[in-house]
């Protein structure tokens, strides 16, 4: 087996110090080669050593401006540490090098929401959808956008979409209540709500929409 895949398989297992001892090995014998840093990278991550692992991505790209897996590496890594716009850059970096899956443009199109861009986040999000049709979770931010940009009878399809996958998706059922609701249908908003409080009762969003609505309902009724 080679090494690379060897200690891949160390790191799947949780086996993190004998997968950094097989990385180690491959430096040692392609010091040149970019995806041995990235490997041993991705290990130092996983045990919390940030500040090493940020040093590990950065030589990968020093040795090859190409290695789009450093890129979105590094972008997760400052993604968890809630530097944003310096993930979003790493991530649109590992696109234009040439990464083109799922998970990059998921990472980028979130990293977007998080600095308030929902615009900017929508087509990452959807092209994320359209490489993972089954990822319930993309689709539920993709159908966050919509809700920004006002178009709630495509939310509403979505969030659909999104509840078939995951039936038990209490903030994809809030959300529908709420996308029900500003489009007039005020009896399903509060079956939404009913059913948001049903998989997690203590959606407390839901549980203030449900009243909220319940009592429109009863206003106008009156």
Known sequence: MDKNMQGIQFMQEGRYEE??????????????????????????????ENLKAENFFKKAIELDEEASAAYYSLGNLYFEQEKL????????????????NGDVYFMLGMALLQL??????????????????????????????????????????????????????????????VAYALTGDIQSAIES???????QPDHILAGHGKKQLEAILEEENN
């Open 193 to 199: 709500m009913t059913r948001a409080l049903e998989v």
């Open 19 to 48: 997968a950094a001892k097989v990385f180690s090995a491959v430096i040692e014998e392609n010091p040149q080669d970019a995806l041995g840093y990235i490997n041993f990278g991705n290990v130092l991550t996983a045990v919390g």
């Open 116 to 177: 308030d861009q929902p615009r900017l986040a929508m087509p990452y999000l959807q092209r994320s959808m359209e490489l993972n049709p089954e990822d319930a979770e993309a689709r539920f931010q993709y159908a966050l956008c919509l809700a920004s940009q006002e178009m709630y009878p495509e939310v509403i399809k979505e969030l659909k979409n999104v509840l078939e996958k995951d039936p038990g998706h209490g903030d994809a059922l809030y959300n529908l209540g």
């Open 85 to 100: 716009i310096e993930a979003k850059d790493m991530f649109e970096k590992a696109v234009k090098t040439g990464m083109d």
